[in-house]
């Protein structure tokens, strides 16, 4: 069963399918010889989206000469190598509402109207790049092969035919000699054109052919940039207003895509930044478009409303959330104290989530909900790791709006910068570098780095030499002789920056309290990625889920900076419990004590996720 089989796309098509093929108007193209011989049955549609999958009904797999529908990726091809400015010199871009072989040239220019119809595409073919004919059309066959994602050959028996009997081209082909738009041999030129209109192709490549535009030039699955994206914003425009010759006007009008048709009864319509469509039904109109085939766009475009002018896309908004540090906390275990002043202040740190694709519109309104932010806003902290894309508009609003928000002091900070969009990723490390802007990998070390910049403006500072026993929470409850008991068991223990203090998977006999500095808390996934899930800081006790429970350690805790822990040994708390039970009680009552607001914490974390 095929992949795409009983989806509703697939449903659609073959509805569609059984529908337009009692269409029976229309005459096969013959003028030239081998077109001729197409079956009027013949007919395939395949949609293409611009991640790749594509959905084809009936004669999808059969190949078919391209002809014109190969004028918007040459066009296209040579828009990258030469630059619009070069190509306009050679061929314009206006209508001419005329057929597509006509042999008129723009008087005022002496340049072919546009590059869809014959005369102009002929003109382009003249611009091919190579040395020698043969690499001129082996550089054709590679550029068209791009675009489709796999070798295109060309059909020798309907090059032949064309080369016979293409005397029309030829008469348009020797004008512009002529008026010296193009200045190579017209024959060698007109055989480069006519193996390009014989390429073989399925409803299924032309529809991967179509994507490649829908998805800005990049084919979606060999991940080759083939166009930039002013070249395909500039080859859809052509196709939008001169694809379909002299019924241009009235499809923009009904159907309302880019789109380009061909006399094997090819058309290839266009949803920029959604999907293609490819038809292949041979009978045409008298204007030389496929009958079925301007049918069924016809069909497609008013069952899905993909006009795309009722498809002007409302402003999507951004903004995905919007919290503060009061709602959400980091990872870091804290203790009560600063757990108290995150709660009452924590509404200085706003944290933002943003999604999908910023653009003009979409950052006129993000910069809105900015500005909605409370005043006290200290710190604002941004996660990038659902946006899709920035486009300069939006960048440039964005680098405006961070140059106002650092000049009234507040600190922004970047999270989750998506490193696997190559686009984002630049436009974004441009803004940090720009104006100096904090970025940070994870969300959860940029909310901590938040909270203790906030904290540290906030608290008094840790005091180490004043340190003792019961500013640690396991043992705040103990009286003075329980301490001093409790001290002899206690070994002070350094490590520096980077020191793995415990391992995961190792036997583990000792809890440790932290004195002085922070470790983290790491841990690895199925795929062996390592994630940090948490920190401690003085006060704060890690390892007693082994020490006390037996067993091995389930993480790891590495020193963030140079640390200072106090060991205490299982066996020794053993003996503690003999000999001291009233201690151990109390020790154990903390214990249960902590558990509950860690516990909390982690319920709290994953209702967020939710
Ligand atoms: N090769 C054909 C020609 O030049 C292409 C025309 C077309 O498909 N409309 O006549």
Redesign the pocket.
């Known amino acids: 069963m095929g992949r795409t089989e009983g989806s509703p796309f697939q449903r659609y098509l073959e509805g569609l399918h059984a529908e337009l093929k009692g269409l029976n108007k229309g005459q096969v193209a013959d ?2 010889p081998e077109l001729a011989k197409a079956a009027p049955s013949n007919f395939g549609i395949s949609f293409a989206t611009i991640d790749g999958e594509v959905y084809s009904v009936g004669d999808s797999g059969i190949e078919f000469s391209i ?3 190969s004028k918007p990726f040459a066009y296209g091809g040579a828009l990258s190598r030469l630059g619009t400015e070069a190509l306009l010199t050679k061929v314009g871009v206006e209508p001419t509402g005329e057929a ?2 006509s042999i008129v040239l723009d008087q005022v220019n002496n340049r072919p109207f546009n590059p869809m119809v ?1 005369a102009g ?1 002929i003109a382009v073919a003249a611009l091919a790049e190579g040395d020698t004919p043969e690499e001129r059309v082996a550089g054709m066959r590679r550029l068209f092969s791009r675009f489709a994602g796999r070798e295109l050959a060309v059909d020798e028996a309907v090059h032949r035919s ?1 080369a016979e009997t ?1 005397h ?2 030829r008469a348009i082909a020797y004008l512009m000699l002529n008026s010296g738009m193009i200045d190579r041999p017209p024959e060698e030129v007109l055989d480069l ?2 193996q390009q ?1 014989a390429l073989r192709v399925t409803t299924e490549d032309l529809a991967l052919m179509g994507a490649v535009l829908a998805n800005g030039g990049v084919n979606p699955r060999t991940g080759d940039r083939v166009l930039g994206a002013a070249e395909v914003r500039d080859v859809l425009t052509l196709m939008m207003t001169c694809g379909m ?1 002299d019924y241009a006007g009235e499809w923009s009008y009904e159907v309302g895509l880019p789109a380009k ?4 009864g090819g058309i290839l319509a266009i949803l920029p930044g959604q999907l293609s469509v490819a038809i292949w039904s041979p009978p045409l109109d008298t204007i ?1 478009n496929s009958v079925r085939g301007i049918e069924a766009c016809r069909q497609i475009s008013r069952d899905f409303g993909l006009h795309l002018f009722m498809n002007a896309a409302s402003v999507e908004d951004v903004v995905r959330r919007v919290a503060s540090a009061r709602d959400q906390h980091s990872m870091r275990i804290r203790n009560p104290r600063d757990r108290d002043i995150l709660l009452e202040v924590g509404h200085r740190i706003a944290i933002v989530e943003l999604q999908g694709t910023l653009y003009f519109a979409s950052a006129e309104r993000m910069i809105r909900r900015f500005d909605a932010l409370p005043d006290e806003t200290r710190y604002l902290l941004l996660d990038f790791r659902r946006l899709t894309s920035i486009d300069p508009a939006a960048r440039r609003f964005f680098s405006d709006f961070l140059r106002r928000k650092c000049a009234e002091g507040v600190e922004i900070i970047f999270a989750e910068v998506p490193g696997h969009r190559a686009e984002v990723c630049a436009a974004l490390e441009g803004l940090v570098a720009e104006h100096d802007l904090t970025a940070i990998e994870t969300f959860d070390a940029a909310l901590e780095d938040c909270e203790e910049r906030l904290l540290a403006d906030l608290r008094q500072p840790f005091d180490f030499t004043s340190f003792s026993l019961n500013k640690i929470s396991l043992f705040s409850t103990l009286d003075h002789s329980e301490l001093a008991v409790v001290e002899t068991l206690i070994h002070p223990v350094a490590y520096s920056e980077g020191e793995t203090i415990v391992r995961r998977g190792d036997e583990g006999d000792i809890l440790f309290v932290v004195a002085r500095g922070t470790v983290s808390v790491w841990v690895e996934d199925q795929r062996g990625s390592r994630f940090r899930v948490g920190s401690m800081g003085p006060g704060q006790f890690f390892g007693e889920m082994a020490a006390l429970g037996g067993g091995r350690r389930s993480a790891d805790v590495v020193a963030d900076e140079s640390v200072v822990c106090y060991a205490l040994r299982s066996v020794e708390i053993e003996d503690l419990g003999q000999t001291h039970p009233q201690i151990m009680t109390k020790v154990l009552r903390s214990l249960a004590q902590e558990f509950g607001v860690r516990l909390r914490q982690a319920n709290a974390l994953v209702s967020a996720l939710k």
């Open positions: 003028y030239i002809q014109s529908v597509f072989n014959n595409a064309e293409g029309r081209n054109y006519f209109c010759y048709s061909g006399v094997s030389g």
